[in-house]
């Protein structure tokens, strides 16, 4: 065969590829349980570059450690400029409603006063919380500071075992959950966790603090409170001694709150109860600073508040002090973001959620955490999903439209494809979408850093004197149970 042929032969062929390209539909052809793709004739011509691009607030570092040192330049500036600057640039920063730096004021003075005034975080979200991951470790560098013990909140059966808490419950006892955990509820009376456990009879819960390292202020508590509904009582031995769990103030809405205060903090006790009651968690709290309860839903998209009776939900926001509430969803529905009437459903019913908080808890702040980087095979590489970042673009606005403040999980880890640097670095699993202990603690210290920056400013601004959230000994415990 000619040169000349085999030429016009190979440009054809190329010619012909092209046109196919360019033609195919962008999403695809799927014929039966087979989908076929072809890369678009832009991506066949475009030139591939390795090289980070700038954009207008600088060159940010893409690994996970540099991009930590990236956020954490500046955090100490005192000057309003340096503050400012990180308000604008950094990816690691709040977006406040209608750009307010004085939204978490309120809580920063509630902070100040828990010694005084106990005081309650609730930190809601999908699987990236189980284990208390990205909790204990925020929850921990808060109680440093402003005083306070325990793990907070826990299901009186767990479903996911936690890294700060065993536990254990005799009998098993009939559980309902809100989310795709198990059966569901008629009547919707699941409670603050989003689950309950129904007691008929008597039954034994075990409860012990871990030996995880590095949050010593969770492995000590004083006071266990059951948050239930029904006729029964209660009682909690610890070191041998046995107390009764008592009503401190009147049933709310039908809600009891069995409550005994141990005379020393310990970090195990055994509970006993008897009746018929619905339990919807146990609080393993001090009785003085910052409670900070990690409630995790697996699958949940952060959707099932309205459906939940809100006479169990109500009474806990009227009894305790909440001052924040933490809402870290969006991960689970990013797949399904790619129809408008489902990306404009979602929406809605996330403004449901944040009016049915702001309703129950007019006093306390609301942030809502908007999901990490996740990966997926495109065209037969791993990379973002593309759906990811416009879900993101909504769930700024839900917290425009309902005046709450928004972090970007996203950005903060390094925007788009960070996710594969954080698991070639052992920050996230294999599935592209969990972090692992380690990576969560990554997490815990980015946010926890966001915080520290808008707190100190907040104290420059009024004059006071920030605390310290550098660990230190823990001496509000005499003696504990090994």
């Known amino acids: 065969m000619k040169a000349k042929v085999i030429v016009i032969f190979i440009f054809g062929v190329l010619a012909a590829l092209a046109l196919l390209c360019y033609l195919f539909p962008a999403d695809g052809i799927t014929i039966g349980n087979i989908k076929f793709e072809l890369p678009s004739l832009h991506e066949v011509l475009a030139v591939k570059s390795d090289t980070v691009q700038s954009d207008s607030i600088g060159d ?15 955090m100490n500036a005192d000057d309003q400029k ?24 309120s809580l920063f003075v509630a902070m100040e006063n828990a010694e005084a ?96 390292e590095g949050v010593p202020h969770s492995k000590k508590f004083n006071k266990v409170t059951m948050v239930c509904s029904g006729t029964g009582k209660a009682s909690v031995t610890a070191e041998g001694v046995r107390t009764e769990m008592v009503d401190n103030e009147p049933e709310i809405d039908g809600m009891r709150f069995l409550s005994a205060t141990l005379s020393s903090p310990v970090n195990r006790v055994t509970m ?21 309860d990690n409630i995790p839903m697996r699958g949940c998209s952060g959707t099932i508040f309205t459906i939940t009776a809100r006479k169990t939900l109500e009474p806990f926001f009227k009894r305790n002090n909440v001052q924040l509430i933490i809402l870290q969803y969006g991960g689970n529905s990013v797949p399904y973001m790619n129809k408008e009437k489902a990306i404009q459903g979602y929406k809605k019913s996330l403004i449901a959620q944040v009016k049915l908080f702001q309703s129950m808890a007019p006093n306390a702040r609301i942030l809502f955490i908007g999901p ?100 230190k000994p823990d001496t509000t415990a005499q003696k504990t149970v090994n």
């Open 60 to 74: 940010i570092p893409t690994d996970p450690d540099e991009l930590f040192k990236y956020q954490l330049k500046n």
């Open 82 to 105: 340096s503050f400012m600057e990180f308000c604008e640039k950094n990816p690691a920063r709040l977006y406040m409603p209608n750009d307010d730096l004085t939204y978490f004021d």
């Open 117 to 212: 005034v106990p005081m309650r975080i609730l930190h809601y979200g999908d699987s990236q919380l189980e284990g208390d991951r990205i909790s204990a470790a925020f929850r921990e560098r808060l109680q440093t500071a402003f005083g306070g013990g325990g793990v907070g909140l826990v299901p009186a059966v767990q479903s996911v075992g936690a890294m700060t808490v065993v536990q254990s419950a005799s009998p098993q006892l009939q559980r309902y959950f809100a989310y795709n955990m198990g059966e569901h509820l008629s009547n919707g009376r699941y409670g603050i966790m989003a689950q309950v456990a129904e007691l008929k009879g008597s039954a034994t819960f075990t409860f012990r603090t871990s030996e995880m």
């Open 272 to 292: 006993s109860a008897n009746g018929n009651m619905e339990i919807f968690g146990i609080m393993l709290d001090a009785s003085k600073g910052i409670s900070l």
């Open 372 to 471: 990490a980087d996740m990966s997926t095979n495109v065209k037969g590489e791993k990379q973002t999903y593309p759906q990811l970042e416009p879900s993101i673009e909504i769930l700024k606005q839900v917290c425009a439209e309902t005046g709450i403040a928004f972090w970007n999980l996203y950005e903060a880890m390094g925007g788009h494809n960070s996710m594969i640097k954080w698991v070639d670095a052992n920050l996230a699993g294999k599935d592209y979408l969990h972090f692992t202990r380690e990576g969560a603690s990554k997490v815990a210290d980015m946010l926890f850093n966001t915080y520290l920056m808008y707190y100190r400013f907040y104290c420059k601004r009024v004059g006071k004197t920030p605390k310290s959230f550098e660990n």
